[in-house]
């Protein structure tokens, strides 16, 4: 899809006016719709889909890039594909005005929060992987990480800011692809989560560490430490073949299996072998 330098002012014009926002709300999407918390999300188009191919995810791996959650659900209509290129565009070719019209989207809600005398929690890299504290803050002067009624969350394959943002109001999940298993167990040894890919089903144990469903809501700040998040594959995932997700074909050893019990384990265990 070609963006024009028409349809990337149009945008810059709209955000301007307010009439269009960077922020979405958690409503519309199928997993952030699941959280307790009233949640917003932005999404971009992900790594080098730009038309400057600038990489909106340094830490990301030729697996991933094929599966990315872009393609699943919403992501895939030409309308969210448009919007998403848009506010890429904007982001690449006006940067500074970008950076100020989020930090304002993000002041905006956290004066909401304060007034409803609650929390909201924002993911900013829906389909990115950026670190927009630091690049607000540069550009800006202003720590996002200061309003006092947001929380954040992310997903991310840069391990350096895993630890950089750990006990602060920054939650990030280490996400496994298909060649940074070592780092994964590093984290999760120290206590820390990974989120891993499986299709079709989420096992309830996996390469030694408990697994816990991360298909329930996306409130990844609250998860145990030290587990594994499992997350099942959508979109161009399901047809992955570089590894980036986990094939586990067994239900009995699934959550989902081991959550129904045994008798429903042994039933279908059963009816497997029956000629
Ligand atoms: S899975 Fe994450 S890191 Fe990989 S391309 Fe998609 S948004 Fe970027």
Not at 22 to 30: E, I, K, M
Request: aromatic letters at 10%; proline letters at 4%; a positive charge.
């Amino acid at each position: 899809m070609t963006i024009t330098k028409e349809a990337i002012d149009n945008r810059l014009a709209q955000l301007l006016r307010g009439d269009k926002k960077l922020l979405h709300s958690g409503n519309d999407n199928a997993k952030l719709a699941k959280n307790s918390v009233e949640s917003y999300i932005l999404n971009l188009s992900p790594f080098t889909q730009n038309s400057k191919g600038t990489n909106l995810c340094p830490g990301s791996t030729p697996g991933c890039q094929t599966g990315c959650l872009s393609t699943a659900g919403h992501g895939r209509m030409p309308s969210v594909v448009q919007t998403r290129l848009l506010n890429t565009e904007v982001f690449i070719h006006h940067r500074k005005f970008f950076l100020n019209r989020l930090l304002d989207e993000l002041r905006a809600l956290n004066i909401q929060a304060i007034l409803e005398n609650t929390q909201y929690a924002i993911r900013l890299n829906g389909t990115s992987d950026l670190e927009w504290v630091r690049l607000i803050q540069t550009m800006t002067g202003e720590n996002i990480l200061d309003f006092s009624n947001l929380i954040y969350y992310d997903y991310t394959k840069i391990e350096n800011w895993v630890h950089k943002y750990f006990g602060t109001k920054y939650h990030l999940t280490f996400s496994r692809s298909e060649t940074n298993w070592d780092q994964c167990k590093k984290l999760l040894d120290s206590g820390l989560n990974v989120a891993v890919v499986f299709h079709p089903y989420i096992p309830y144990q996996y390469g030694g560490y408990p697994v816990i469903s991360g298909e329930e809501n996306d409130m990844r700040f609250t998860d145990p430490k030290g587990v594994v998040v499992g997350l099942l594959a959508k979109g161009k995932a399901k047809q992955d073949k570089r590894g980036f997700v986990v094939e586990h074909k067994d239900w009995g050893s699934s959550i989902e299996g081991w959550k129904a019990g045994p008798e429903e384990r042994i039933k279908r265990a059963t009816q497997t072998l029956l000629p």
